[in-house]
């Protein structure tokens, strides 16, 4: 009920689950292990697909401070960061966030919609994802929070 009256005022919150992976496939890949996630993030760059992904960001006063792929139930490994673009929501993912995460202090984990690469018009400049960056993120849309019964996370190709 909240995400339907939160999208009546334009937040556009939607209901984001997680699929249970068999393995890493053209619609889907599981965080674990990095690798293969860096592999498949690439592909899905290069291909423009849309894409929902698990992300933990942390917060200040002042806007967003850190996104990493992730979120409850990883191990405690290092997680690929990734740089956060809103240009293309019409109310700031700060401002979203603040509505699912009202404490600035607590990581929030959230499902994103998106594509891998800058919002700019022409041709993408390249970047290749490494275990520890997935590189820039233009996102769409702003899904639910990440929970445990998402488990095992994985980060899908949209239709």
């Known amino acids: 009920m909240r995400a339907l009256i939160l999208s009546t005022f334009g937040l556009g919150l939607m209901s984001c689950s997680a699929a249970t992976p068999a393995a890493t496939s053209p619609e889907q890949a599981p965080l674990t292990p990095v690798d293969g996630l ?9 291909a423009e697909d849309v894409v ?7 917060r200040t006063a002042l806007g967003i401070d850190a996104a990493e792929l992730g979120g409850p139930g990883l191990p405690a490994e290092p997680r690929p960061s990734v740089q956060l673009d809103d240009s293309r929501l019409g109310v700031s993912l700060m401002t979203r966030l603040r509505s699912l995460c ?4 607590d990581p929030c ?4 919609d998106g594509v891998f690469g800058r919002a700019l018009p022409g041709p993408r400049p390249a970047h290749t994802p490494t275990p520890t960056d997935a590189g ?13 019964a998402d488990a095992p996370l994985t980060a899908q190709r949209l239709p």
């Not at 860096?38 to 290069?46: G, K, L, M, P």
């Not at 929902?52 to 942390?58: A, C, E, Q, Y």
């Open 38 to 46: 860096v592999d498949w993030i690439q592909r899905r760059a290069q």
């Open 52 to 58: 929902r992904i698990p992300v933990v960001v942390t």
């Open 102 to 105: 009202p404490d600035l202090d």
């Open 109 to 112: 984990a959230v499902w994103l």
């Open 136 to 148: 820039p993120f233009v996102v769409h849309a702003v899904g639910d929070l990440v929970t445990a």
